[in-house]
């Protein structure tokens, strides 16, 4: 049988439900019916409360990176894809030109149909209407594609992005060199016509300070010879002594356009990120030329944002700014051309040295200098600039080395990414900016995967996001949607992405082509649910670790934090030097910035990138001594009473740095320790503890929340980055939380897949400090509430809960507490109150393990058109579970699989047994219907529902539907793309069990 399915039209209906599992909380893995565990159904005090959670606004749902052919688009189908957004149940996207599949670039008619251009406008404001009835948010990039770029500049505009090129000539002492001046090593890039000498020098050269790739030259030497330059020609003699080098510095425009370009015509060039000019452009561009009367009206009733990617400006020589030598001199007090040779790059490596140290110090003051400059005229200058037209600024503020920490304290919004980021330390640099601003959203770019294209699971985006939430972030750019269609494309439509480089690309393409879209809403629920409790309140940390150097995207971590700390449950973040005269950056009860993240401590070590030494501004360090002064505990990594200033220091700037240091040693709160092993007893001593306890070393990875009357932890068990080997395993252990608001409060789990809230039966208090039990699967999550009883809509009140057990499961249900077994026995629970009582547990029946399958299956095959799919059924019968290519019917079949099969229970089945359904793997997404009731969500990474109240004695109807991502059809459909690459594992593989329980009242 065959049908047709448009991929312009797929919708799904939206659901808000969802499941999830801390084993020994007693939590119901499908909607709860009135037998099972008490969840709460009311909203409550201070908008916090079972509705709030359950069904999370748009405003917090998981967005789209939209990928657009620049202007080829059609209005109508611009709407369309916005409503398949909404019905998917997602919060938004952000509408970007990219199109690096597409090799021949005449096809997109930039002319006509460019980024910017009458098309391009009709659909922006196409997408801002239909998204403002439907609720969803549209963000803009600044530019086609990245780095932000305009049309109209040239490469050799003041605008535009500039590189200082260099040119060297060697000579030996006592020779004569007469000539034009050395040109620049590498010609300039294609457009680039003019280039100004900027300087000329001399330097002796050092063999003791040259390494592997840079010359050492002797500081002392160095001889500025510009003024000698005459009709661009120089005559000088070199000094008899050693070996020497002459060095011209070209200042020339580094010629560089946006990604996979042209996007415009004319065609767009990136533009100078760190002077005033570069950002003028951009702004006056948008003015002048977009902003038309109705697009300004739309942007500013949507309220959305501007947003920038990753900052990779990529030169031959060294990223450059004409005002950078006059910006040296007042932050530093001294000239920036002696110390050039220092700096210089050629395809971004470094060329001449001087002394180590006196090296380390000069590039830390020259990066600091851009830092400066980047932060003050571009992201500065461009978020003030989206205020005054209602927007916001949301960038990913890396890609050179500034400081991206204080970038996120700007910024409204900072955004990390999982292709880039090494680790989790890179989310909590950016976290560390946002939450001492005062700022709630920390954005990731998920979802991006290397050679992934088509095959991505979500299972492994699941994987990958778990740790990233820990780590700081709570909202999610899907990477990505993209646009139906482009001129010359094939099935299934336009891909950004895909090919790429005549394989398959990176990143994915949601939507209505993908057969996984069917259950899209399900992972729309849960990350939106995930992202409401994360974006509540306050964000908390343990301690703050201070940088001296705010890069991000190295993957560089804290000394014992990161290996040591987190595994016991320890959380910290990242600050660097600005962000301590930030407002909040003050002391109080012992803790910095007590209204933020309330950090308990304060931790210093030597500069990782800078061979670890110990370093501080002495303004820092000034700082520092404030903080500790106010009670602040500090604790020092490493040899701080012999410290360095991390530039090169003023007179009596050393002196005075370690004076500073001398006074901030003795106090009595003060720490200094010369082994990362000793660092957990510092803290110790000094009294300071994590918010949570594990009871021995775990992968569980944790967040902490606060809003006026909750305390929310995020828990998961997630690996500290992707490529973590060997992969985690499944953890079953005792977790304390401790309770930082004030009031009573009872623990309650909240399950981010059904959005149900259940009060908590079983667990220990100890002051203010809840001690349970979590089970978690490799990259499964769950989330505690510490919070007064009712908060939730519950009813339990003040009744005795259970303290310890033999019972595989306590719960509260509407008849009191019950406990909840697998086998017969009786059990013993001990009470709150001190009483202990046994209950008897009947007869439990057997496991169920069904031994064969009726399978249809949609078979998704390639249309009369690129955007249209082909439908072919099948239908088979299954004695045994395998993967669809080990079927031959199924061997490069995509789609749709429905397994239906029949569970006999027996005679004496009773309406207190109940069972859980094991779906074992599955690949990739489901949904379950038991005797014609569709279930919850099913928990993508840990496929386990209770579905006891569905079950009846006999014969009981099992469906579980199946969808998978495209990639098997598309290695036969597009084989010169896909051909090879491997077959995916798709459908139910199990194994399926149906477990029973029997569940009876205490006492």
Known sequence: ??????????????????????????????????????????????????????????????????????????????????????????????????????????????????????????????????????????????????????????????????????????????????????????????????????????????????????????????????????????????????????????????????????????????????????????????????????????????????????????????????????????????????????????????????????????????????????????????????????MALRAQPYGLPTDAIASAAILDVAEGESLGFKNLDDHRCLAGGRDMAGHTVLSCEAGAYNGSAYGTTWDRFLRTMGGAYAAGVNQTVLHGFSYATAPGVSWPGFAAFSPYGGAPGYGESWGPRQPTWRHADDIAGYLGRVHRVLQAGTARADVAVFRQTGYTATGIG??????????????????????????????????????????????????????????????????????????????????????????????????????????LLALPHVRRVTDRAAVGDALAQLGVTPDVRYATTSTLLNAHRVTEDVDF????????????????????????????????????????????????????????????????????????????????GDRVGRRAHAVAGDADEVLFTPDGLAVRAGRAGTYTTRLSHGRTVTTRIAAVPAPVVPDRWQLDVEDWRPGDGPTRTEVV????????????????????VSGIGRYRTTLTLPPDWTAGHGALLELGQVGDTCRVTLNGSRLGPVDRLHPVLDVGPWLRRGDNTLEVEVATPLLNRLRVAVPDVFGGVARQAYGLLGPVRLVPYAQARVG
């Open 713 to 792: 932890y995020y828990l998961c068990n997630g690996k500290h980055a992707e490529t973590v080997r060997p992969p985690v395993a499944a953890i079953d252990h005792e977790v304390t939380l401790r309770r930082t608001v004030r009031g009573t409060a009872v623990p309650y789990l909240l399950d981010p897949w059904t959005g149900e809230v259940v009060r908590l039966a079983r667990y220990t208090e100890d002051d203010g400090r809840f001690t349970l039990r979590v089970a978690l699967q490799p990259g499964q999550a769950a989330i505690v509430a510490l919070g007064r009883p009712g908060l939730f």
């Open 1 to 390: 049988m065959r049908e047709s399915i448009s991929g312009r039209g797929g919708v799904t209906r939206r659901s808000v439900l969802a499941a999830g599992l801390v084993a020994g909380a007693s939590v119901p893995l499908g909607p709860a019916p009135p037998s099972a565990a008490v969840p709460g159904s009311a909203t409550g005090g201070r908008g916090v409360g079972a509705e709030w959670f359950a069904a999370p606004p748009r405003s917090v749902r998981p967005r789209f990176r939209w990928w657009w052919p620049d202007g080829l688009v059609d209005p109508d189908e611009v709407a369309r894809e916005i409503d398949q957004m909404a019905d998917a149940g997602f919060g938004g996207a952000e509408i970007a030109a990219v199109h690096h599949s597409v090799r021949d670039k005449s096809v997109l008619d930039t002319a006509h149909h460019g980024w910017g251009s009458r098309p391009w406008r009709a659909g922006v404001e196409a997408a801002l209407r239909r998204a403002a009835r439907r609720g969803l948010t549209v963000d803009l990039t600044l530019g086609p594609a990245w780095p932000a770029a305009v049309p109209g500049i040239t490469p050799d505009d003041e605008a535009a992005v500039q590189e200082l090129a260099h040119g060297r000539a060697q000579l030996t002492g006592g020779a004569t060199f007469s000539g034009p001046v050395p040109p620049p090593v590498h010609e300039a890039a294609p457009g680039v016509r003019r280039q100004h000498l900027l300087a000329v020098q001399a330097a002796r050269v050092d063999p003791a300070h040259s390494t592997r790739r840079e010359t050492g030259l002797d500081l002392a030497t160095v001889e500025d010879l510009t003024r000698r330059v005459t009709d661009g020609a120089l005559t000088w003699t070199a000094p008899p002594d050693g070996q020497w080098v002459l060095i011209s510095y070209w200042r020339r425009g580094s010629g560089q356009q946006p990604e996979s370009g042209p996007h415009s015509s004319p065609a767009a060039f990136v533009v100078d990120h760190f002077s005033p000019a570069g950002t003028a452009a951009i702004t006056e561009y948008w003015e002048s030329r977009l902003l038309t009367p109705s697009l300004r009206r739309l942007l500013r009733a949507a309220g959305g944002a501007f947003f920038e990617d990753s900052i990779e400006l990529e030169t031959d020589g060294l990223q450059w700014t004409p005002r950078l030598p006059e910006a040296f001199e007042k932050h530093t007090g001294r000239p920036l051309l002696p110390y050039l040779p220092a700096v210089v790059l050629d395809n971004g490596n470094q060329v001449f040295a001087f002394e180590a140290q006196l090296t380390r110090q000069i590039r830390h003051d020259f990066w600091e200098t851009v830092s400066g400059l980047f932060n003050r005229h571009h992201v500065r200058a461009l978020r003030d600039w989206a205020h005054s037209l209602g």
């Open 873 to 892: 059924r099948h239908t088979l019968t299954l004695g045994t579970l395998l993967p669809w290519p080990q079927i031959p019917e199924l061997a490069d």
């Open 558 to 663: 804290a000394s014992w934090f990161t290996s040591t700390g987190v595994p016991l449950g320890w959380t910290h973040q990242f600050l660097s030097g600005p962000l301590l005269g930030l407002p909040g950056a003050v002391v109080s009860g012992g803790r910095l910035a007590p209204e933020g993240p309330a950090y308990k401590a304060l931790f210093v070590e030597g500069d990782f990138f800078h061979g670890s030494t110990p370093t501080l501004a002495e303004a820092d360090a000034r700082r520092v001594l404030d903080l500790a002064t106010a009670g602040l505990p500090v604790v020092l990594l490493g040899a701080f009473d012999q410290a360095l200033t991390p530039g090169v220091p003023g007179d009596g700037g050393t002196e005075r740095l370690r004076e500073v240091l001398t006074r």
